[in-house]
C-alpha cells in the first residue's frame, strides 16, 4: 500500500506560483500531477519516472516543472504564471506496477495509486 498527501494549494492571482507537495509513503516508478476541473475530464499535468524521464501536457509546458526527491518521498509541482484555466483539484499518482521501468504516461486511467487532491484557484 502507498499512501500520497498532497499539499500546496490555495487561492492565487493570474500570473502567480504555487508549488505543490506530494508526501509518499514511498516512491514508485511513474509518479505525476494530474488535475479535475469542474465540468472537465480529469487530465494529466506532468509525470516522470524514476531516471528523470519527464512528459507534461503542452497546456502547461514552460510553466510548471515537476519534479522529484527520492530521498525524503516526495513528489513536486512548481506552477509559475498561473492562468485562471488552470484552476482544477490537482493530485498527485503512481502507477504501482511491479518490475516496470519504461516511460510513463499522462493518461490518468493509467495510474492505480491516488492522493486525495488539493486545490488551486486562480482569479483574473
Known amino acids: 500500500l502507498v499512501q500520497l498527501v498532497e499539499s500546496g494549494g490555495g487561492s492565487v492571482q493570474a500570473g502567480g506560483s504555487l508549488r505543490l507537495s506530494c508526501a509518499a509513503s514511498?516512491?514508485?516508478?511513474?509518479m505525476g500531477w494530474f488535475r479535475k476541473a469542474v465540468e472537465k475530464e480529469r487530465e494529466g499535468v506532468a509525470v516522470?519516472?524514476?531516471?528523470?524521464?519527464?512528459n507534461a501536457a503542452a497546456s502547461v509546458k514552460g510553466r510548471f516543472t515537476i519534479s522529484r526527491d527520492n530521498v525524503n518521498n516526495i513528489l513536486y509541482l512548481e506552477m509559475n504564471n498561473l492562468k485562471p484555466e488552470d484552476s482544477a483539484m490537482y493530485s498527485c499518482?503512481?502507477?504501482?506496477?511491479?518490475?516496470?521501468?519504461?516511460?510513463?504516461?499522462?493518461?490518468?486511467?493509467?495510474?492505480?495509486?491516488w492522493g486525495q487532491g488539493t486545490q488551486v484557484t486562480v482569479s483574473s
Open positions: 499518482a503512481a502507477m504501482d506496477i511491479a518490475r516496470f521501468s519504461g516511460t510513463c504516461i499522462l493518461d490518468p486511467d493509467r495510474y492505480n495509486t
Open positions: 514511498r516512491m514508485l516508478h511513474c
Open positions: 516522470m519516472n524514476a531516471d528523470d524521464w519527464q
